[in-house]
């Protein structure tokens, strides 16, 4: 396998870098799709009674997040459990919790993040709603979809789960710290015991 490089992202202290919108997606880049929640159960795709929220991760804490700079050349980036919590603080300060957009090209002003949680512990409220079990301080937030096109979309497996949008500055990671092959295989081992 060959070695691609890895950068953290990080955000500035004055507040000017970070997130700016939350996409709606039809392949998240941390690869996990949200759960459409009717009134009753949790499901991909709902038929009455809607109550048009949809619940899943926007950020995993080290999750290697494949990218391609303008160079065209592979690399991974991640963010740390710090970073996170700083950016989902941020996301609600900033009133960007109606800043949505579809695969981050067009803006929608039908969907609003109405919940927001960092994951923490074995009881936490993703694994009640099926969501997968992913590390403790993992980004977790349920939009409210008013928007009837949007819901359309998600009911038809056009869109899957969110992607956040915003300006990070890169810092390379120590490679030697780094065993890219074992975050990967956990990852795969992860899914499948998923499944």
Not at 117 to 134: I, P
Request: overall charge negative; glycine content about 6%.
């Amino acid at each position: 396998m060959e070695k691609k490089r890895i950068v953290k992202c990080v955000i500035d202290e004055n507040g000017k870098l970070g997130i700016t919108a939350m996409g709606l997606v039809d392949i998240p880049a941390i690869e996990e799709n949200w759960v459409a929640l009717s009134s009753e159960k949790v499901k991909l795709s709902s038929v009455d009674k809607e109550r048009r929220m949809l619940y899943g991760a926007a950020l995993i804490p080290e999750k290697l997040i494949l990218r391609i700079d303008q160079n065209n050349e592979e690399y991974y980036m991640k963010f740390e459990r710090e970073t996170i919590e700083t950016l989902a603080h941020n996301f609600y300060k900033k009133n960007l919790h109606h800043t949505t957009n579809l695969q981050h090209q067009y803006p929608v002003t039908g969907v609003t993040i109405v919940e927001s949680w960092l994951k923490e512990g074995s009881s936490d409220k993703s694994l009640a709603l099926g969501l997968s079990d992913l590390p403790d301080g993992t980004w977790f937030i349920g939009a409210k979809v008013d928007d009837d096109n949007v819901w359309e979309e998600v009911k038809a497996g056009a869109i899957r789960g969110f992607s956040i949008e915003g300006m990070f500055t890169e810092q390379a990671v120590d490679m030697k710290a780094v065993n890219v092959e074992s975050l990967l295989i956990k990852d795969v081992e992860r899914v499948l015991a998923s499944l």
